[in-house]
């Protein structure tokens, strides 16, 4: 009566019935279809005769398995349990860290090329990384407040505060933290 039929949409009708089905069914896992229904997507795509289904998905089943068993013990052809890695994901204590900001994660194992960046794109990628990067947040925030104290008897609008953010920040912030490097070397 205080809601109009068209509020309750399927999603909105299911939190109604939620509660009663965790009371009646108890914990999801016991019930929870997914993995079910994704093994059985798995098997529909055995299918290959429409007239036969059950026949195709027995027959590609047994071949799936059968194919499965044999990689397992083969060493001399590449299958796909004994195929190397693209990436090779341990990081050896003898490179050198780079920063906590750009954690070594991994390296290339194989098929790596190395490219150099224009001066300008190269600009670019460092202004995208300082700009979204949190530990300089709050110093985007400090040259923000600069520019608005700046400005001569006037306030500036969204649009001039980001547009000089985004042309004059890299060297503010360069000339900040080389200053700061100063005072505490002194």
């Known amino acids: ?25 108890g914990p999801v896992h016991y019930r929870y279809m997914y993995p079910i229904e994704r093994e059985l997507g798995h098997l529909k795509t055995f299918v290959r005769n429409k007239a036969k289904t059950e026949g195709s998905i027995a027959e590609g089943y047994l071949a799936e398995e059968s194919l499965t068993f044999c990689s397992r013990y083969i060493e001399d052809i590449e299958t796909r349990f004994n195929r190397p890695r693209r990436v090779c994901e341990k990081t050896g204590d003898n490179e050198p860290f780079l920063s906590s900001i750009f954690p070594q994660g991994g390296k290339p194992v194989e098929g790596s090329s190395n490219f150099t960046l224009t001066q300008m794109k190269k600009l670019q990628a460092h202004r995208y990384v300082l700009l979204n990067c949190a530990i300089v947040t709050p110093f985007v925030d400090e040259f ?9 008897g006037r306030r500036p609008s969204t649009t001039e505060i980001e547009t000089r953010v985004f042309k004059e920040f890299v060297d503010w912030f360069q000339r900040r933290v080389r200053k700061d490097i100063y005072i505490k070397n002194l």
């Open 144 to 152: 923000r407040q600069l520019i608005k104290r700046s400005s001569r």
């Open 1 to 25: 009566m205080l809601f109009l039929p068209s509020f309750f949409t399927f999603m909105v009708h299911l939190t109604v019935h939620l509660v009663e089905e965790a009371k009646l069914g």
